[in-house]
């Protein structure tokens, strides 16, 4: 009997000490997000760095300190992970930029964007798998297949959308970072999708069908995707607005609109469908609609809730990728012939620069054809920005190139390996090179402009703003770019009066068309400002805001 005793207890000393390391690595980290924020905050005028950039600088000094007191056993105290990564750490941000973005800005220019970031993305993974395929033989990175390189492609093709909203800002340049920030939303669905393709497909039997398959495979997932978003944020609106939970709990209501949002993204992700695209266009309704159902105080916490969530995954992120930078394992297999990692990852930045220009310059010539307006034009200052902002390289990758060339983050094959350390070492160099000068080349090629004037007074409108309110909450959901939001909110589009106007102002017959039917049908189902459920003595009823 005392063997099995024995036995228990040692158990269970292992069991605390394992306990006692995982607080100790968990308490070294969060004070690790601690220093990010306020060194990020110390830096905040700074011009060339951002906390993208100074997560990652301290995440690898700390690795560095880690891997000298541990004797060059490991450089990390967490494990990277793919699923920490895509459940819990990608849906705020991305959800958050939805909550966020400017939809007049997304939507008008949303073919543009749609080009970018699945026509784009697909030219690119062209591009990266085509030079892979002709220079790494002669590079002798080791045994790799078809299915490798095009994995290669997919992997490299996947901008960082992370580090873009940090180093583009909405307000100062709403244009560069709707087409920025939209394109790379869809990049990375689009990464994720192809990446997924490639795996399910036989790649020994390639017939021309299987253009048509992928075809076919994207668009049901992109269409799918999306509706399903927008289902589930209109549901979320449809059930506070009926049930106005906030009358007797604003703590139920918060915490319905977070559940709900991320709902969308595991939803999809149960479905086998793209939860990046499902979680951003739910926030994009949930702004439009759920967001004006409920109470003032909810909208304030709902807003600086998604913003913090956002913020502190996006420092996690950066933090965790520069820890994980350094782990000897991967790297001892390259270190008898560096020359070759070092090699790998040049020409891989080589082609991510090259698949980039491919489709930036002509998709824009593309898209400025269909553009009557020269205001609406992207310039070929704009296109060099676009081109420079989405070389970054990011956690998206790393991902899923840990997919690829790894089993539970663990590998032991050469080429394998090259891949893996070749992968690190592209998403560090670009997130410090490209993202440090990012900001300086938005000064240089566009200097900033003085603020606009403010609006005219006009009689019988009155327009409010409150600072709890969302940037997107306060445009409707289509617009035109030209039109300011008096424009949208306070005056009646006019009916064009031949079809050659029609077909002049497009954009002005869509806002009109869907205006009407958000007034007639949605708003009326759904709520939204100006269709708020009000209780009696509330701040929104002595106000009058209710209609």
């Not at 969060?30 to 005028?45: F, K």
């Not at 004797?71 to 992970?81: A, D």
């Not at 990446?195 to 390639?206: E, G, P, R, V, Y």
């Amino acid at each position: 009997m005392a063997f099995p005793l024995s036995a228990i207890v040692s158990k269970l000393q292992m069991v605390s000490t394992s306990d006692h390391a995982s607080v100790v690595s968990m308490n070294i980290f969060v004070a690790l997000l601690c220093a990010c924020i306020v060194i990020g905050h110390l830096l905040e005028e700074n011009r060339w760095m951002n906390e993208s950039i100074t997560a990652l600088l301290i995440g690898v000094c700390t690795g560095v300190v880690i891997l000298l007191f541990s004797g060059g056993k490991s450089s990390h105290i967490l494990v990277f992970s793919e699923d920490l990564f895509f459940i819990y750490l990608l849906p705020p941000i991305i959800f958050n930029a939805g909550f966020q973005v400017k939809k007049k800005q997304f939507f008008v220019n949303f073919i543009t964007i749609m080009l970018f970031g699945a026509v784009g993305t697909i030219i690119s993974c062209i591009i990266i798998t085509l030079g892979a395929t002709q220079i790494f033989k002669r590079l002798d990175v080791g045994p790799l297949e078809l299915g490798d390189y095009l994995a290669i492609g997919t992997i490299f093709a996947a901008t960082d959308s992370v580090c873009t909203l940090q180093v583009l800002n909405q307000d100062e340049t709403p244009l560069l970072y709707s087409l920025v920030f939209g394109e790379g939303v869809v990049n990375d669905a689009t990464s994720v999708v192809l990446f997924n393709a490639i795996q399910n497909f036989d790649l020994n039997k390639i017939d021309p069908t299987i253009a048509l398959q992928f075809l076919g495979n994207f668009l049901y997932l992109f269409i799918t995707s999306t509706m399903l978003g927008v289902l589930t944020g209109l549901l979320s609106a449809y059930i506070i607005k009926k049930l106005y939970i906030g009358r007797h709990s604003t703590d139920r209501e918060v915490a319905l609109v977070m559940l709900m949002a991320y709902l969308s993204y595991m939803l999809a992700e149960l479905c086998g469908l793209s939860g990046i695209l499902t979680v951003f266009f739910c926030g994009i309704v949930m702004s439009h609609y759920t967001w004006h159902n409920v109470t003032e105080s909810s909208r304030i916490t709902t807003k600086h809730a998604f913003a913090t969530l956002s913020f502190v995954a996006e420092i996690f992120i950066f933090l965790y990728v520069g820890m994980d930078a350094l782990d000897i394992e991967k790297w001892k297999f390259v270190s008898d012939s560096p020359g070759t990692s070092v090699a790998t990852s040049s020409v891989l930045l080589g082609l991510i620069l090259l698949g980039r220009a491919a489709f930036v310059f002509p998709l824009s010539f593309l898209s400025n054809l269909a553009k009557k307006s020269p205001n609406e034009k992207i310039s070929i200052r704009q296109q060099v920005i676009i081109w420079w902002a989405g070389l970054m390289r990011g956690a998206v990758s790393i991902a899923l190139a840990y997919n690829q060339f790894t089993r539970s983050g663990h590998t032991s094959l050469r080429s394998n390996a090259v891949m893996i350390t070749s992968t690190i070492t592209v998403v560090l160099f670009s997130t410090m090179v490209f993202g440090l000068m990012t900001k300086p080349l938005i000064r240089l090629l566009l200097p900033h402009s003085p603020p606009h004037s403010p609006l005219p007074k006009t009689t019988g409108i009155t327009i409010t703003t409150d600072a709890s309110t969302p940037k997107s909450a306060t445009v409707p959901l289509l617009g035109s770019a030209q039109e300011s939001e008096v424009d949208i909110d306070g005056f009646e589009i006019h009916r064009p009066s031949s079809i050659r106007a029609l077909l002049a102002t497009p954009t002005h017959t869509v806002h009109r068309l869907w205006r009407k039917f958000d007034d007639a049908f949605m708003r009326p189902m759904f709520g939204g400002r100006g269709f708020v459920p009000v209780e009696p003595g509330s701040p929104t009823e002595r106000n009058g805001e209710w209609r």
